[in-house]
């Protein structure tokens, strides 16, 4: 008897629906699996066998051909053994095959049988309800995950023995609970109140989170730049409920969702080493997963110690910091990921990190500053719109028990800003982002230069201003647009229509300096 099960696979972040053919055919006893398996999926032989038998279930001694279609598809990881093993028990005559015609089946099997958890459930939930199917069965330990699609009828299956005697009618397994987000705590974070003095660092950082726009802090070590990084998600808009499930899909494909958050509610903070490598980054290897930047999709990716990371892996974020996606090619095709990321990094002025430091003397020589400065390329620094120093914390401040602005009061700012963003940018009838496709910009950070020859007008003050910026600080085109981009939200934060002088002013003193030399 030739038995049909469905189940899914991961291309990217979008699932694919496959196929377990499951059929006898002549031949000493053994399983054979074909439809481009990888490693892990040809393991599940022993892992059926094995499984099946402690559910307490017979083991055909036959030779069994498993088919994984369509064949053009890669298949890889063990998320096909429960399909398979259901496919054997149907075949073998112990299930109906009407019991699974309209169920999707996910799950890595243990040798007893029990039912493991296996990442991208959530995009494989959300395919099983676009293609029609009732029931989905997952893990327990996925099942909340699966329960955020709506109209989805989620089993958590505990053991293949479970499975069975909730298939044959015996014990019935209650679906699981719709997961709604309300319900689901969501973690505490770096509170800016909590950050001593640098108060003009904090002002830029709010002009920063209010346009997404991009930073650079430069400091001497101990100055608190790291902790003000870290207390940028805390002050950026609260995401939406499709936001927040367009970051949990990236997460639970790259498998890196906590165990006890089905739904990721807060913006990523993502801080690689300086020793990652460009495809651990931006994406790769042989099977391409999402990299840190896909992971900092709509949140912060903080770059450490800047100058440090290897120039190959800095040139690659060019691309993404401009287009919001990142494309990775091979042999077989191109995967596109999302990368839309608000980037800030941190850097020393010098390898001992004391140049231009009011007590501590810098030991660097001028060519070492100079040598080590220029690891950072033009091109990336042109991509940034805001430089600012983060001077050394005086003892006063330090020790002054007297908290700061919350974040909440500067989360509330911000989002009155980006609504004003949203209002301009995305009147009532125009396209909202579906997918990952390049979306028109919601910010003021990804304003087209269409965007701002419209939105960014200046009166004759602001020209005469920025003609003389344009010549003394030898600004680029891109310079130039950013300038603008960077105004216009400080404009939106004061809550003013247009650009006045004290705003392209404030703009200009972000750029970067002549700081950098000796």
């Not at 006898?24 to 393991?43: C, R, S, Y």
């Not at 165990?259 to 990523?268: M, N, S």
């Not at 701002?452 to 005469?464: K, S």
């Amino acid at each position: 008897m030739l038995a049909h099960v469905y189940s899914c696979a991961i291309i990217g972040l979008e699932g694919v629906i496959v196929e377990v053919e499951v059929d006898t055919g002549q031949g000493l006893p053994g399983m054979t699996i074909v439809g481009l398996p990888d490693a892990a999926v040809q393991e599940s032989r022993e892992r059926v066998q094995a499984a099946i038998r402690n559910a307490g279930l017979p083991y055909p001694r036959k030779r069994i051909v498993v088919n994984l279609a369509p064949a053009t598809v890669r298949k890889e990881g063990p998320a096909y053994d429960l399909p398979i093993a259901l496919g054997v028990i149907i075949m073998i005559g112990l299930l109906p095959q009407e019991a699974v015609t309209d169920a999707l089946i996910i799950g890595e099997l243990s040798l007893d049988g029990s039912v493991r958890h296996g990442r991208g459930v959530l995009p494989m939930a959300a395919l099983a309800r676009q293609q029609g199917f009732k029931r989905v069965f997952v893990s327990q330990a996925d099942a909340a995950e699966a329960a955020l699609i709506p109209d989805l009828e989620v089993i958590p299956v505990q053991s293949l023995a479970d499975l069975y005697a909730h298939l044959t009618g015996k014990v019935l397994i209650p679906p699981q609970a719709p997961t709604s987000p309300e319900d689901l705590p969501i973690s505490l974070q770096t509170d800016f109140r909590e950050v001593k003095g640098q108060e003009h660092v904090k002002r830029a950082l709010e002009v920063a989170a209010a346009g997404s726009h991009n930073v650079l802090m430069i400091g001497p070590p101990g100055a608190g730049k790291t902790l003000l990084a870290r207390a940028v998600p805390g002050i950026l808009p609260r995401m939406t409920i499709d936001e927040a499930l367009d970051v949990t899909r990236i997460y639970s494909v790259a498998d890196q969702l906590p165990a006890d958050v089905p739904l990721i509610q807060h913006r990523p903070f993502r801080a690689p080493h300086h020793t990652i490598s460009h495809a651990g980054l931006v994406g790769g290897g042989n099977w391409p997963h999402p990299g840190e930047i896909s992971l900092a999709h709509r949140g912060v990716l903080f770059l450490d110690e800047f100058p440090e990371f290897g120039p190959r892996v800095l040139e690659v974020l060019r691309q993404p910091m401009e287009d919001k996606i990142v494309t990775i090619s091979r042999a077989q095709g191109s995967l596109t990921f999302p990368a839309n990321f608000q980037l800030i990094a941190a850097m020393n002025p010098c390898p001992c990190g004391y140049y231009g430091d009011p007590i501590r003397p810098c030991t660097c020589s001028s060519a070492t500053i100079t040598k080590y400065q220029k690891r950072i390329s033009g091109p990336i620094l042109d991509r940034i719109d805001i430089h600012i120093e983060v001077p050394r914390v005086e003892y006063e401040k330090l020790s002054d028990d007297r908290l700061g602005e919350p974040s909440t009061h500067i989360q509330r700012r911000v989002e009155n800003a980006r609504q004003r963003q949203r209002e301009r940018l995305m009147p009532e009838g125009a396209s909202q982002f579906q997918g990952i496709s390049r979306p028109s910009a919601s910010c003021n950070a990804e304003m087209s230069p269409t965007e701002v020859r419209q939105f960014c007008q200046l009166d004759e003050a602001c020209r005469t201003l920025m003609r003389a910026a344009v010549s003394q600080l030898h600004l680029s085109a891109r310079a130039y647009h950013r300038v603008l981009k960077l105004a216009l939200t400080i404009a939106d934060l004061a809550g003013s229509d247009n650009i006045q002088a004290a705003h392209l002013a404030e703009a200009l003193q972000y750029r970067p300096r002549m700081l950098y030399s000796s």
